[in-house]
Every structure is written in structure tokens, then in C-alpha cells.
């Protein structure tokens, strides 16, 4: 006999662990999703006037060091080798980002080697921090005044709309510095994005016996009985009924514009100055520039504080949020039988490859101990 499983949500997260308990013959799996189509947040189609692949939610760029996550995707779809090279519009002109040697040597109009620029760089980050405890300062130290306000200060007020010196130093982690001419946004070691886009990956995963997908249909906590077990990759205070209150996410507003032949010369382009209203203007057709397409889709993104009816993007986690969040934890670990998964059930900042890894990592686990001990967290919202 088969257990019933219910997972909320068909994204990445939902998915691949639909996928791989149903694989085990052990479970019947239904999975819930109230919007009208598989993926979540990394939703794309072909946009029906211009052949053009939109990432509806904005850019997905794959990439993972897990050569288990890599080599899991590619089995559901040819990735054609991209790498992510993105543009910084600034006060000071247009710059190459990550900050790299070019970066260095063009802003400051010097001709450095990589050692040189590393010493000079190193002149300019502020000694006195001893150890950053903001986004803020992680700035100041490793690359000074110029550079921040130039580059991380505006785009980052406008993307959390807070001062960066309320923010963590870990979002600014996320970006290396480099002093070589390697411009490639992301280290890791795979890179591609999927010739049929990210949805026809989600649809094939979701695409075996034992799944029965549920478009349209929310899942509402009043259904757990009907289940022997519940992965919930909804925000984890919805839940809840945001009995406490909202954790507070970022969300982001899409402002879609159609050009003919080529608007930007690059698939993106970040604004850093700080009364640019957008972050950034997305021109998708380069994510994919194998096809050719008369005619461009982009998109200004811009990012506000999430209100009712919005799609949450990006957890805020300030210290308030994290003193609520705290409570939400208590009435998780009381919740008999359900488990929260991915970047919105452990309300974390989380990149595909993660969450793919993570959903990988939970199913074995799942299948190698009783149902009675599977987890609260598919991992720890702290
Ligand atoms: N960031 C910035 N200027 C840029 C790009 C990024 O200040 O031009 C900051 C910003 O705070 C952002 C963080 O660096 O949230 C991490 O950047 P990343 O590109 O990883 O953010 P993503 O768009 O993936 O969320």
C-alpha cells in the first residue's frame, strides 16, 4: 500500500522531491499549485508575438558547483552553455560587473596588473572594520567609498529598500571581487540556461505515475487529514494565516517594452544610481543566443516592500523578521506531519540550484527513515 503525500506548490522545490518519493513506488504524491502553471517563480513561455522566451518572474540563470544537480537537470533538458555577463549603468558611465580588473581599471583609469589593482584596492578599503557587520561595511572594507556608492549603494537601497547598514553582510557576499578580467557573474562551475526554458523541465519532472498535479487548486491547511504526510513550499506565515503578522519580503513589479532588433546589447543591465527608479532592465532574447529574433522583449524591474496579493521574491530578514520568524519555527515544529520546504517555507534567499539540491537531499532522506521522523525544515530557516 502507498502513502499519501500532498506537496503545496509546484516549483523547483515541490517538484523534484514529488518526483523522487512517487519514484519510489512508496508514495502516491498530489501536488497543489494555485497559479495555472508548474515552475513558480521560474515560470518561462514563449512569448506568442515575438518568439522570444520570457522568464516571466525575471532572469533564471542556471549554475551550481553540485555535479549531482547539474547532471539531475540535464536529465530533463538540453542546457546550452551561457554565461551570465551583466553591465553596471553608473553615475561615472557603463562598467563590467562583477568588479573585476576592467571594472577597476576603467572606473579609476588606470592600467593595473592584478596585483597591482589588488594592492590599490586594498588602500582603499577602510581598516578600521574589523569584522563587517553589515552590508554596509563589508563594502567600506573590502573595497571603499568609491566603489560602494558607485556601484553597491543605490542599486541596493532600491532592491531592499532599506539603508545597506541595516542589511547583512551575506547578501553582499553573494558577488565575488575579482582582479582578473574574468567577468563571468557567478563562480560556479556549471553554467547553462535550458533550450526549452525552465517550465518544460518542471512539466517532465512532474511527468511520472504516481504525481497527479492540481493546477489552480490552493492547498488549504484544512486538508492535511486527507494526507499521510505534507510538504509545504507556500511562505511559511501563510501557513499560519499570518497569525502573528507578515514576515516581509521584497517583491518585484515588471514593466514589459518591445523593441525591434537589438535594445541593449546585453541580456542584462543593472542601474546602480540611486534615482534610476528600476534595478535593472532585462532584455531576454540574449539569454538565449543561439535563436534569432527580429524583434526584443525587455523588461525595467523594479522592487517595492510585498503587500497583500503580491508574489513574495525576496526574504527581507531583518531583525524584526527574524523575531517573528522565530515564532513562526515554534508553531512549525508543533505541526504534526508536515514539513516546509524551499525558499518560501524556510523563508530563505535561495538560488534554484539550492533548492533543486536541498528537495535532492530531503527525498533521500525521506526514503531511508520512517515517515514519523522526517524533518520540520528541509533546512533550517536560520
Ligand atoms: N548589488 C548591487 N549592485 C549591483 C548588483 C548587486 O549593489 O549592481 C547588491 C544588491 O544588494 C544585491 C546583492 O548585491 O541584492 C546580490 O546581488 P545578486 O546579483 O546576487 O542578487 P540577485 O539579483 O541574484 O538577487
Not at 494526507?227 to 513589479?253: A, I, N, T, W
Request: hydrophobic share 35%.
Amino acid at each position: 500500500m502507498t502513502s499519501s503525500i500532498a506537496i503545496a506548490g509546484a516549483g523547483f522545490a515541490g517538484a523534484v522531491l514529488a518526483r523522487e518519493l512517487a519514484g519510489s513506488g512508496r508514495f502516491s504524491v498530489t501536488v497543489f499549485e494555485e497559479r495555472d502553471h508548474v515552475a513558480g517563480n521560474c515560470h518561462t513561455s514563449r512569448d506568442p508575438e515575438t518568439g522570444v522566451m520570457v522568464h516571466h518572474y525575471g532572469p533564471h540563470i542556471f549554475n551550481t558547483d553540485r555535479e549531482d544537480v547539474w547532471g539531475y537537470v540535464n536529465g530533463f533538458s538540453e542546457f546550452a552553455p551561457y554565461v551570465n555577463r551583466v553591465k553596471a549603468h553608473t553615475a561615472r558611465g557603463v562598467f563590467s560587473l562583477p568588479v573585476n580588473l576592467l571594472t577597476i581599471n576603467q572606473f579609476f583609469g588606470e592600467r593595473f596588473s592584478p596585483r597591482e589593482a589588488a594592492e590599490f584596492v586594498a588602500t582603499l578599503g577602510d581598516a578600521s572594520i574589523d569584522e563587517a557587520q553589515s552590508f554596509e561595511e563589508q563594502a567600506l572594507k573590502f573595497l571603499g567609498r568609491d566603489l560602494y556608492e558607485n556601484f553597491f549603494y543605490g542599486y541596493t537601497k532600491k532592491q531592499w529598500g532599506v539603508e545597506p547598514s541595516r542589511l547583512p553582510a551575506s547578501i553582499l557576499k553573494r558577488l565575488p571581487v575579482r582582479f582578473n578580467y574574468d567577468d563571468n557573474y557567478y563562480n560556479t562551475r556549471y553554467q547553462g540556461i535550458p533550450v526549452d526554458g525552465y517550465t518544460a523541465i518542471v512539466e517532465k519532472i512532474l511527468d511520472v505515475p504516481g504525481i497527479e498535479v492540481r493546477l489552480r487548486e490552493r492547498f488549504e491547511s484544512g486538508m492535511n487529514s486527507q494526507f499521510d504526510h505534507v510538504f509545504f513550499s507556500g511562505p511559511m506565515d501563510g501557513y499560519f494565516d499570518y497569525q502573528f503578522g507578515r514576515l516581509q519580503y521584497r517583491s518585484l513589479v515588471f514593466e514589459r517594452f518591445d523593441e525591434v532588433g537589438d535594445f541593449q546589447g546585453n541580456a542584462v543591465i543593472n542601474y546602480c544610481e540611486e534615482q534610476v527608479p528600476w534595478t535593472r532592465i532585462a532584455e531576454h532574447k540574449h539569454f538565449t543566443p543561439w535563436e534569432t529574433h527580429e524583434r526584443t522583449v525587455c523588461f525595467r524591474e523594479y522592487s517595492r516592500l510585498t503587500s497583500e496579493g503580491d508574489v513574495p521574491y525576496y526574504p527581507l530578514r531583518l531583525t524584526d523578521d527574524k523575531d517573528l520568524l522565530a515564532r513562526y519555527i515554534e508553531l512549525a515544529e508543533a505541526e504534526d506531519r508536515v514539513s516546509f520546504i524551499g525558499r518560501l517555507g524556510t523563508y530563505r534567499y535561495l538560488d534554484m540550484h539550492v533548492v533543486i539540491g536541498e528537495s535532492l537531499d530531503l527525498a533521500a532522506g525521506c526514503l531511508s527513515t520512517p515517515m514519523e521522523e522526517w524533518p520540520t525544515f528541509s533546512m533550517s530557516p536560520f
